[in-house]
Nanobody, 123 residues
């Protein structure tokens, strides 16, 4: 069972940046896709971005050009750089690991989940 631990969230002003980290208990992304989701207050969990096993990325339209996913295989970690934050980016951000190689956009595409890290963007 893969364990995922997110960190790096916090309170930031609009226009600011954060780097979210996701540490995996084992090397997962050499054969599997990784994803980032968020749950805005009072809403369902939604897709933010994903990276497939070969390093290709996909992003939701709402974050394209502002968010970037990267990974460090030596550290078994994946990152989400979030820039030019907006109040609507507020939410709990989750890292997820898939059993598939391609990064899907659905919650059901992913098998393992972290507990999340809170991001609050003030206007």
């Amino acid at each position: 069972q893969v364990q995922l631990v997110e960190s790096g969230g916090g309170l930031v002003q609009a226009g600011g940046s954060l780097r979210l980290s996701c540490a995996a208990s084992e090397r997962t992304f050499s054969q599997s896709a990784m994803g980032w989701f968020r749950r805005p207050p009072g809403k369902e969990r939604e897709f933010v971005g994903g990276m497939n096993w070969s390093g290709g990325t996909d992003y939701a339209d709402s974050v394209k050009g502002r968010f970037t996913i990267s990974r460090d295989s030596a550290k078994n970690s994946v990152y989400l750089q979030v820039n030019n934050l907006k109040p609507e980016d507020t939410g709990v951000y989750y890292c997820a690991s898939s059993l598939r190689r391609a990064a899907g956009r659905l919650v059901s595409d992913y098998t393992y989940w972290g507990l999340g890290t809170q991001v609050i963007v003030s206007s």
